[in-house]
């Protein structure tokens, strides 16, 4: 007998794509605080050390809150008990998340639409990730320009 997906299934699915966007949100804001309390470093125009630690250290913000939505997702299906261990739960959600597929997991047919939806959202965060970096090497370049003008 087939499950039918009901639409609590696409709303499930929805909230989780919010809760995933508040949290990018909330990276971003620290992200915008770490890039208001340290300024770019001052250099010749050439990427120096303090200038590979900047961009580094906003790496590591933006991968925080990634890794902080891929527990997100990982929650809610240990919450379900489709994939037994957390450990299952988070490498199923890292595997959806970055759109590689866990193809040795699976969810139950009723939860599969929200597991894809993890995909496209994932998706979606890594390129805004990538937009903030790519600010982020922006703004070290304009300080890089200002200085040497």
Known sequence: MD?????????????????????????????????????????????????????????????LGLIGEVTLWALLYYAWGDLGSFTNCIYFSLASFTTMGASDLALSPLHRIVGTTEAAVGMLMFGWSTALLFDVIQRMRGWHESATN
Request: zero cysteines.
């Open 3 to 63: 499950q039918v997906i009901s639409p609590l299934h696409f709303l499930r699915g929805l909230g989780m794509v919010g809760l995933t966007v508040v949290m990018q949100a909330a990276t971003q804001i620290a992200l915008t605080w770490f890039l208001q309390v340290v300024p770019p470093p001052k250099g010749s125009g050439q990427l120096n050390h303090w200038g590979v630690v900047y961009v580094v250290a906003a790496v590591v913000i933006l991968v």
